[in-house]
């Protein structure tokens, strides 16, 4: 089982910078992929991006593409998402998610077994 913390939201200017980091604890972190997703104001929860359990692989949401770096960091059992250039549009709750093995690709939030509580992003224009 792995449980999932986020951190590092806030408020900042449109073209701004933050780092999000999610702390996972649980011993097989290394083989879990794991997701970046964010949740705006009145819509459902979307895809950001994605790594492989060994960071081999990354995936982006295509609006993120550019602009959101995601790594990960197995000996410190954490991942990240950099994120520049951040748009009005970029406000969210931001939600980390490890991979559940399922047959569900990794753009979708069934894909997911383990969720953290989420952390506020607000952008001002």
């Known amino acids: 089982q792995v449980q999932l913390v986020e951190s590092g939201g806030g408020l900042v200017q449109a073209g701004g910078s933050l780092r999000l980091t999610c702390a996972a604890s649980g011993r097989t972190f290394s083989t879990y992929a794991m997701g970046w997703f964010r949740q705006p104001p009145g819509k459902e929860r979307e895809f950001v991006s994605a790594?492989?359990?060994?960071?081999?692989?990354?995936y982006y949401e295509d609006s993120v593409k550019g602009r959101f770096t995601i790594s990960r960091d197995n000996a410190k059992n954490a991942v990240f998402l950099q994120m520049s250039s951040l748009e009005p549009e970029d406000t969210a709750v931001y939600y980390c998610?490890?991979?559940?093995?399922?047959?569900?690709?990794?753009?979708?939030?069934?894909?997911?077994?383990?969720w953290g509580q989420g952390t506020q992003v607000t952008v001002s224009s």
């Open positions: 790594i492989s359990w060994s960071g081999g692989a990354t």
């Open positions: 998610a490890a991979d559940g093995g399922t047959r569900f690709p990794y753009y979708s939030t069934s894909a997911y077994e383990y």
